[in-house]
Every structure is written in structure tokens, then in C-alpha cells.
């Protein structure tokens, strides 16, 4: 039996597992709590993975040897902390026609372009083949099983389908909280849940210490379980699409379809990602911030791991039952710097990656590098404290 190491203890899995997978049939949280999806749409199986934060459990293969380590809970793993990242590959590739989602919709959208003649590939995350950023360009970001792809497209269809809507109630947090589909995914892998309890939007409160013990409907009925299925329905899983406004992306199937927003949240969690709760979105509300853009740049609701992924549906339906008017969705961020009016009129595409002249001479003085202002530079080479007290005392080169 193979084996994966979480919070340094070593736990086996199964051949197939993910590593989200390996933790619940070991009967942990792949993270803290927080209901899982298993599909990629949240933060609440993102895990430090071999030294790289903000992984995705859900979508990455468990491997001998692998280890895991749940981001602190009381922190984050910022840049330059104790991890040390891994060296990535970075290709630069180019493509005619892009479908990123491989489901009925994708498909159909691929044979469509190939009949027109277009030279056509597809990338889905089930695959390998993660799809993190759309860019001007078009470019796309992607993170493949050995490493990272720049790709440059003439033409990107999104089919990337629709993500279940998670509740938000009192307890939300706990572990042992499902979508329905990674419900269906946790048991196809033969992992058992216990008692498990199908609800839907008479849900008012789940109960329990770390993990679930029962939930509580509308009706004041409690119900005893060990695992939570919430079916409140579904969102168009679009954030490569608000992404990119301007970028010329066809959106095709589930997730260019309308999608009734959830009743408005009364109590609980709504932004896993930052533990930003219905009393904090009442808060910025009662302060004057009127508008879903501002509420979620007061309350930092979707700014997190999922860009919005779960909050999104339960923050419109907040603004709208409190301005009387469904508010669009509001726009995500890829992970670097946007293109100033300059640089885009100028027709320049941006290398989201792009590195130094010194870069190499950095990694071989031992350099721990990050992003800044869309460059990597270095964070510190070992020691912070030193090299801080160093530049106090002594000097540096700017």
C-alpha cells in the first residue's frame, strides 16, 4: 500500500486517489473544514504540496512520498515563509483554437470548430491540464503535470460547465460537509461516509464540534449524521470568463446558461477563503458600501483562492435582496499585473512570467524569489533577520 504524508503523518490511499480523496479515506479534512466539491470550484482543499501553497488536493494525483501540510490556520503561507517553492517549467507555447472543459458542451464546441477547419485543443483539469488565468493576448495560463504553459491562442471557448452552490448556515465550516457530485466521487472511490443526510434549501444549521453530528432544517426537525449532502443547485462556473472582459472567449453550455441565485444567506460563512461571514457583509452594508464591487472590496468577500467560485452566488443574492436589483457578477483577477492603456495600445502582450537578466545568479546565491511588480526578484537568501540588520548597519546595492 502506497503512502502520502499529511501534517507528518504518513497515511496510505488507494491507486487513483487525489490526494483530497487519500485524506478522507483517513478520515481527515483535505484542509480545515469547509464543504468540498472535489471538483476544483473552491478553496477548501488547497494545501502546501511539496513545498508549493495554495494547491489544489482535489486535482492533484496521490504520489509515494508526497507530502502535504494544511496551510496555517491561523495565517497564510505567504511568499518567502518556511516553505521552500519548487522550480517550475515554464514553456511558451502557441495553439490555434483552445476548449478549455472537455465535458458534452466542450466537446460540441470542438467537433463545431473543427468542422469550420480550425486546428483544435482541448485542456480540462481532469486531465492534468489546469486552466489558472486568461490574459490579453489571448493568452492562456496553464498548469500541466510538469510545469506550467504559456500558451498563445488565436481563438478560446469556454466550456467549463457549472459549479454546485455550497450552503451557508451556522457551522458551514465543519468537515463532513459534500456537493452532491463529491459526494458521488468520495463513494465511486469506496470511501465511506458514515450516515449521510440529503438536504436541500431547508437546511438552517449543521452542528457539530470539528466534524459534523447533525443538521437542523426549517421545520426545527434535527437529523443525526456524520456526513452533510447539500443540493442547493448549481452556478455558471465563470471565472476564466470575468477574467478577461475584453479578451475575445466564446462561453458555450452550462456556464454561459442562466442560473437562479440561492435565497439570500441569513447566518454563516459565505467566503470560505477568508472566513468572511453574513455579519461582515452587514457590516460594509450599514457603513455605505452599496454596491456588490464595493462590498466586496470592503469586506474582501472573493478575493480569495476561488476568486468567487463559492461566494458569488450568496453575495449577489446578499446585494440584490438589499438594493432590490440582481447585480451582475463582478470581475476576477488573473495572477499578475494587468496591461496599462500604454502597453495594450502598443499591442504588447504580457509574459506573466517573466524574469530578470540577474535571475539565474539569485537561484545559485540561494534566493527565495516571488512576484513583484509582475517580475520575480528575491525575497531574501536564507536568513531575512541578518540580511535586514545588514542593510541597516552595513549597506546595499538598490
Given at each position: 500500500?502506497?503512502?502520502?504524508?499529511?501534517?507528518?503523518?504518513?497515511?496510505?490511499?488507494?491507486?487513483?486517489?487525489?490526494?483530497?480523496?487519500?485524506?478522507?479515506?483517513?478520515?481527515?479534512?483535505?484542509?480545515?473544514?469547509?464543504?468540498?466539491?472535489?471538483?476544483?470550484?473552491?478553496g477548501?482543499?488547497?494545501?502546501?504540496?511539496?513545498?508549493?501553497p495554495?494547491?489544489?488536493?482535489?486535482q492533484?494525483?496521490?504520489?509515494?512520498?508526497?507530502v502535504?501540510?494544511?496551510?496555517?490556520?491561523?495565517?497564510h503561507p505567504s511568499?518567502?515563509?518556511?516553505?521552500?517553492?519548487?522550480?517550475?517549467?515554464?514553456?511558451?507555447r502557441r495553439?490555434h483554437?483552445?476548449v478549455?472543459?472537455?465535458?458534452?458542451s466542450?466537446?460540441?464546441?470542438?467537433?463545431?470548430?473543427?468542422a469550420?477547419?480550425?486546428?483544435?485543443?482541448?485542456?480540462?483539469?481532469?486531465?492534468?491540464?489546469?486552466?489558472?488565468?486568461?490574459?490579453?493576448?489571448?493568452?492562456?495560463?496553464?498548469?500541466?503535470?510538469?510545469?506550467?504553459?504559456?500558451?498563445?491562442?488565436?481563438?478560446?471557448?469556454?466550456?467549463?460547465?457549472?459549479?454546485?452552490?455550497?450552503?451557508?448556515?451556522?457551522?458551514?465550516?465543519l468537515a463532513?460537509i459534500?456537493?452532491?457530485?463529491?459526494a458521488?466521487?468520495?463513494?465511486?472511490?469506496?470511501?465511506?461516509?458514515?450516515?449521510?443526510?440529503?438536504?436541500?434549501?431547508?437546511?438552517?444549521?449543521i452542528?457539530?464540534?470539528?466534524?459534523?453530528?447533525?443538521?437542523?432544517?426549517?421545520?426545527?426537525?434535527?437529523?443525526e449524521?456524520?456526513?452533510?449532502?447539500?443540493?442547493?443547485?448549481?452556478?455558471?462556473?465563470?471565472?476564466?470568463?470575468?477574467?478577461?472582459?475584453?479578451?475575445?472567449?466564446?462561453?458555450?453550455?452550462?456556464?454561459?446558461?442562466?442560473?437562479?441565485?440561492?435565497?439570500?444567506p441569513?447566518?454563516?460563512?459565505?467566503?470560505?477563503?477568508?472566513?468572511i461571514?453574513?455579519?461582515?457583509?452587514?457590516?460594509?452594508?450599514?457603513?455605505?458600501?452599496?454596491?456588490?464591487?464595493?462590498?466586496?472590496?470592503?469586506?474582501?468577500?472573493?478575493?480569495?483562492?476561488?476568486?468567487?467560485?463559492?461566494c458569488m452566488?450568496?453575495?449577489?443574492?446578499?446585494?440584490?435582496?438589499?438594493?432590490?436589483?440582481?447585480?451582475?457578477?463582478?470581475?476576477?483577477?488573473?495572477?499578475?499585473?494587468?496591461?496599462?492603456?500604454?502597453?495594450?495600445?502598443?499591442?504588447?502582450?504580457?509574459?506573466?512570467?517573466r524574469?530578470?537578466?540577474?535571475?539565474?545568479?539569485?537561484?545559485?546565491l540561494?534566493?527565495?524569489?516571488?512576484?513583484?511588480?509582475?517580475w520575480?526578484?528575491?525575497?531574501?537568501?536564507?536568513?531575512?533577520?541578518?540580511?535586514?540588520?545588514?542593510?541597516?548597519?552595513?549597506?546595499?546595492?538598490?
Amino acid at each position: 500500500m502506497s503512502r502520502v504524508v499529511y501534517d507528518g503523518t504518513p497515511i496510505e490511499y488507494d491507486e487513483g486517489d487525489t490526494l483530497a480523496i487519500a485524506a478522507v479515506r483517513n478520515g481527515q479534512h483535505p484542509a480545515r473544514g469547509g464543504t468540498l466539491c472535489l471538483a476544483g470550484d473552491c478553496g477548501n482543499c488547497v494545501a502546501i504540496v511539496d513545498g508549493t501553497p495554495w494547491v489544489r488536493t482535489c486535482q492533484t494525483p496521490a504520489r509515494p512520498g508526497s507530502v502535504v501540510r494544511r496551510h496555517p490556520s491561523g495565517a497564510h503561507p505567504s511568499p518567502g515563509g518556511p516553505e521552500q517553492h519548487t522550480a517550475v517549467a515554464v514553456r511558451h507555447r502557441r495553439a490555434h483554437h483552445v476548449v478549455i472543459g472537455n465535458g458534452e458542451s466542450g466537446a460540441a464546441a470542438a467537433a463545431a470548430a473543427r468542422a469550420r477547419g480550425d486546428t483544435v485543443l482541448m485542456l480540462d483539469a481532469a486531465d492534468g491540464n489546469e486552466v489558472v488565468g486568461v490574459f490579453d493576448g489571448p493568452t492562456i495560463i496553464v498548469r500541466t503535470p510538469s510545469g506550467i504553459d504559456q500558451l498563445h491562442a488565436h481563438h478560446i471557448t469556454l466550456a467549463t460547465g457549472a459549479a454546485e452552490i455550497h450552503p451557508v448556515c451556522p457551522g458551514n465550516m465543519l468537515a463532513g460537509i459534500y456537493t452532491p457530485r463529491a459526494a458521488a466521487a468520495a463513494q465511486a472511490a469506496g470511501v465511506d461516509l458514515g450516515r449521510i443526510a440529503v438536504v436541500g434549501r431547508n437546511l438552517v444549521a449543521i452542528h457539530g464540534e470539528v466534524g459534523v453530528s447533525a443538521i437542523e432544517l426549517a421545520d426545527g426537525t434535527v437529523i443525526e449524521c456524520d456526513t452533510v449532502v447539500a443540493d442547493l443547485g448549481s452556478a455558471p462556473r465563470d471565472l476564466l470568463a470575468r477574467m478577461a472582459p475584453m479578451v475575445p472567449v466564446s462561453v458555450v453550455g452550462p456556464a454561459a446558461a442562466a442560473h437562479a441565485l440561492p435565497p439570500c444567506p441569513q447566518e454563516g460563512v459565505v467566503c470560505p477563503c477568508g472566513k468572511i461571514t453574513v455579519e461582515d457583509l452587514d457590516g460594509v452594508w450599514s457603513k455605505g458600501f452599496n454596491e456588490l464591487e464595493l462590498v466586496k472590496r470592503a469586506s474582501l468577500t472573493g478575493v480569495g483562492t476561488c476568486q468567487g467560485g463559492v461566494c458569488m452566488p450568496h453575495l449577489r443574492a446578499f446585494v440584490a435582496e438589499r438594493s432590490g436589483s440582481e447585480p451582475q457578477p463582478f470581475t476576477a483577477r488573473p495572477a499578475a499585473r494587468q496591461l496599462t492603456l500604454g502597453e495594450a495600445a502598443a499591442g504588447y502582450h504580457i509574459d506573466t512570467f517573466r524574469r530578470t537578466p540577474l535571475h539565474a545568479e539569485h537561484v545559485a546565491l540561494g534566493a527565495t524569489l516571488d512576484k513583484f511588480g509582475g517580475w520575480y526578484r528575491p525575497w531574501h537568501y536564507g536568513d531575512p533577520v541578518a540580511e535586514y540588520w545588514a542593510v541597516r548597519e552595513a549597506g546595499s546595492l538598490g
